[in-house]
């Protein structure tokens, strides 16, 4: 039997409801900020991702899924959408529309990871990115919609991490600092932190191994050697966030080790999912449009593992959304009336009416059953004395009352099933 690939998983029915209520929810959120939704192709040029992401990073070195297609095009699965959105606004010149573009997606995302709780091989991400101003306001929104999405879903054990990264210039100044820091301690380090040394030595702050963190942890801070625009927006941020109510830490080892990356970023974790605390991260990335071969526009964003979130929603059992369940089911007390109970329903759902009824040819008591188990709000007798008297019996069935209407006066139904 061929089965789904390891790190993949099928989102099934029983499932849908709790995807389809986050996906609205997300739709009228991102309509409240006036963000319009983007669409992206699966698949892309593989350079897009090396020079959007970054050849040092994880993504880039390990986790994509490359393949030549048959003209030898070496293309990849898209492991983020940043890099396809502002691809997109560059190609359809959407910045010489309007000053600001302010864009969402949902999509599913792909990377080659070691699967385990909370981290797939497809997976599926909500975003948002801003292309066209310098402002921290922005910034603050990023984290307001993130973190509005999150709380309207019911989750509670949130921490929202900010940091400042600076200019590019600010960063090299730093990092020159934190060379000497650590200069002598290199053979101390793992081997990838010594590898990062000279490659993008930010990255060593990414580490995970204890003997690195303690190290790392008495570094000179990037913080405390900001310039002076990126210490008054990281300000604005925090008052802005306090304002807004939401709680926030400072978290100086949230670093992106790439130069286009600039001031704020940050990331919101929860206590409720395990190992992988990460629901979403963002920031700033003033110099990416021009990286990938735009004109120069500043530009910020967020990007949240739909996933994860709804693992946290679980454990925090914070949604509660009922089975979607339809308004009629229409039961054959004879045999015989198989085709006008077809008829029947054809009515029904040209009135919007959502209904369903038996295809097995089963017994009254079977077609029952089936109601209960849908769910369904009404159902809907045709048959027996009733019917040869032309009237049919409608049950609602969360109060159990019964209701005789005539067929000539079908019509009445359309109102009371709704
Ligand atoms: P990133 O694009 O790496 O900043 O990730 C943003 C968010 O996507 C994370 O905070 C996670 O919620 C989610 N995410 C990233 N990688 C995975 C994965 N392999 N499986 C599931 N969710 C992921």
Redesign the pocket.
């Known amino acids: 039997m061929i089965k789904s690939i390891t790190g993949t998983k099928d989102i099934l029915p029983a499932d849908i409801a709790k995807w389809q209520y986050l996906e609205e929810l997300l739709r009228e959120t991102f309509r409240l900020f006036n963000y319009k939704e983007i669409r992206t192709p699966v698949f892309e040029e593989t350079a897009l991702f090396i020079r959007g992401i970054g050849e040092e990073t994880d993504?880039v070195g390990k986790e994509m899924y490359t393949f030549k297609d048959r003209s030898e095009t070496s293309l990849t699965l898209k492991p983020?959408m940043t890099a396809p959105v502002v691809r997109s606004y560059i190609e359809h010149s959407l910045g010489a529309q309007q000053p600001l573009t302010k864009l969402f997606y949902i999509s599913p995302?792909f990377?080659q990871?070691r699967p385990q709780a909370?981290?797939?091989?497809q997976?599926n991400?909500f975003g948002a990115e801003a292309i066209g101003s310098r402002s921290p306001l922005l910034d603050t929104e990023m984290i307001q919609l993130a973190y509005g999405i999150l709380k309207s879903l019911g989750l509670n054990n949130l921490t929202v991490k900010i940091n400042s990264l600076g200019t590019p210039e600010t960063r090299e100044t730093y990092k020159k600092l934190l060379k000497n820091y650590l200069e002598d301690k290199k053979s101390l380090l793992s081997e990838d932190s010594r590898r990062r040394f000279d490659t993008n030595i930010l990255r060593i702050f990414d580490s995970k191994i204890e003997s690195d963190q303690t190290i790392i942890k008495d570094a000179p801070k990037l913080i405390e050697h900001l310039d002076d625009e990126s210490k008054q927006d990281f300000e604005v941020v925090k008052n802005q966030l306090s304002k807004a109510g939401i709680p926030f830490q400072i978290d100086t080892a949230l670093v992106r080790g790439l130069d286009y990356y600039t001031k704020l970023t940050f990331?919101i974790d929860s206590g409720s999912v395990g190992a992988?605390t990460?629901?979403?991260?963002?920031g700033r990335y003033d110099l990416l449009i021009e990286t990938l071969g735009g004109k120069a526009a500043p530009a910020t964003g967020f990007?949240?593992?739909i996933?994860?979130?709804l693992l946290a929603c679980e454990n925090e059992k914070s949604l509660n959304i009922p089975d979607q369940s339809i308004d009629v089911y229409l039961i054959r007390v004879d045999s015989g009336l198989e085709d006008k109970i077809a008829e029947f329903a054809s009515v029904l759902r040209t009135q919007n009416i959502s209904c369903d009824y038996d295809y097995l040819n089963r017994s009254v008591k079977a077609q029952m059953r089936e109601a209960n188990k849908m769910n369904t709000k009404y159902v809907l007798f045709v048959g027996g004395d009733e019917y040869k008297k032309e009237l049919l019996k409608l049950k609602d069935m969360s109060s159990g009352v019964e209701e005789i209407i005539a067929l000539s006066e079908f019509n009445t139904l359309y109102a009371k099933l709704k």
């Not at 909370?118 to 091989?121: E, F, M, T, V």
């Open positions: 993504i983020e995302m990377r990871e909370g981290r797939l091989r997976f991400q990331e992988q990460a629901l979403c991260g963002g990007a949240a593992g996933e994860r979130i």
